[in-house]
């Protein structure tokens, strides 16, 4: 059979052409991101290690001012939400269980699942990123306008041992700290709860946690709770950072880094779920 030699070609449409494009510079954008906060956090903690006899308890003491402002005055929200977490979930799942003649011993599975290994540690980052990420974009884009960053390294300071790795050190430890807060609190809500719905008493609601709660469960906890906070503080430190030529960038560049950070920890989020529980 014989095909013409001038065959026209084929074409995808103009508004797919224009979609792929999109989705083409979103990916490249979203993987040079990945690349540089990958340098950035290589670099926070080379300068940790290279400059630890410089200034070190400068360093630590903005450390501990960002767990203070990042940790501990947001325990207040964090409670709230914990409590509020572990009411919803025994309310919702104890009237179902009460149908099917359920007990305890489902309820206390169901705040594991919940608790340790999704909502805990996804909750308490996204109340991070609101509060703590949006100022450290904020501070640091600040910073950037007011030619304050020079002015720091024309001192000879060097401005990722002395901005970027107490950010990073606090933020990670304060979302670690916080998430564990959250799960505890969460437990005790739905400890509370359940009492009114079931005839439990707290001994027995440890024994079915103990027999529920597995070390891949606070392994799983703790590794996603870490991730999270270098996430968080990365991707705001660096959209801080990024800021260059007028205030108008500084809001822009907060928006960007709350929302990367947000989509960050979802997606890895799914990511770390799929790894451990397919």
């Not at 052409?17 to 979103?26: K, Q």
């Not at 739905?190 to 079931?198: A, E, P, R, T």
Request: charged letters at 15%; proline letters at 4%; glycine letters at 8%.
């Amino acid at each position: 059979m014989a095909f013409p030699i001038n065959a026209p070609e084929r074409t995808f449409p103009k508004a797919t052409r224009d979609s792929l494009d999109s989705i083409g510079r979103w990916v490249r954008g979203k993987i040079t991101v990945f690349f540089d906060l990958s340098t950035l956090l290589y670099l926070a903690f080379k300068e940790l290690v290279a400059e630890r006899k410089k200034g070190f308890s400068l360093v630590f003491e903005i450390t501990l001012r960002q767990i203070y402002f990042t940790g501990v005055q947001a325990l207040k929200v964090v409670t709230v939400i914990a409590l509020a977490l572990g009411t919803v979930v025994i309310v919702q799942i104890g009237t179902q269980l009460s149908f099917l003649g359920g007990g305890i011993e489902f309820i206390v599975p169901i705040l594991v699942l919940v608790l340790f290994r999704e909502l805990g540690p996804l909750l308490t980052a996204i109340i991070v990123v609101g509060r703590s990420g949006t100022a450290i974009a904020t501070e640091l884009g600040n910073l950037v306008i007011a030619h304050e960053l020079e002015a720091i390294q024309v001192m000879g300071i060097n401005p990722v041992y002395f901005i970027v790795t107490p950010r990073i050190l606090g933020v990670t430890l304060a979302v670690i700290c916080l998430t564990a807060i959250f799960i505890t609190v969460g437990l005790l809500g739905g400890f509370g709860v359940s009492k009114l719905i079931l005839p439990i008493t707290f001994p027995s609601f440890l024994r079915e946690l103990e027999v529920a709660l597995t070390p891949n469960d606070l392994l799983f906890g703790f590794l996603k709770s870490l991730i999270f906070g270098l996430l968080i503080a990365l991707t705001c430190t660096y959209y801080g950072l990024g800021v260059r030529h007028s205030l108008i960038e500084v809001p822009q560049a907060a928006t960007r880094g709350v929302v990367s950070a947000m989509l960050f920890c979802f997606a890895t989020n799914a990511l770390l779920t799929v790894l451990f529980y397919l």
